[in-house]
């Protein structure tokens, strides 16, 4: 099993931004890709970036040139940078992990980010 804390949500106003971090345990060893997904209020969850643990990445067309996602293996965490921030972008982010071994999806509970004036 593994375990997923996000932290580095917050409020903030439009063009700011800010980076989300996702921290890992458990059976960290067999994880393989990782990623942001975030729900808006009244939709759907959705995905916003994505990492292997090779260092692929892909992210939805509405943040790229925006956000960054990176990952410190020795650390266990996924890290989300978020820059030029627009209201659009207010959600929960979700973080996840993909197992190598098995491909059961691990969630954490969230965090939440608000962009406003």
């Known amino acids: 099993q593994v375990q997923l804390v996000e932290s580095g949500g917050g409020l903030v106003q439009p063009g700011g931004s800010l980076r989300l971090s996702c921290a890992a345990s458990?059976?960290?060893?067999?994880?393989?890709?990782m990623g942001w997904y975030r729900q808006a209020p009244g939709k759907g969850r959705e995905l916003v970036a994505a990492i292997t643990s090779t260092g692929s990445t892909n992210y939805r067309d509405s943040v790229k040139g925006r956000f960054t996602i990176s990952r410190d293996n020795a650390k266990n965490t996924v890290y989300l940078q978020m820059n030029n921030l627009k209201p659009d972008d207010t959600a929960a982010y979700y973080c996840?992990?993909?197992?190598?071994?098995?491909?059961?999806?691990?969630w954490g509970k969230g965090t939440l980010v608000t962009v406003s004036s």
């Open positions: 458990g059976s960290v060893f067999d994880i393989n890709a």
């Open positions: 996840t992990a993909r197992m190598r071994r098995s491909g059961m999806d691990y």
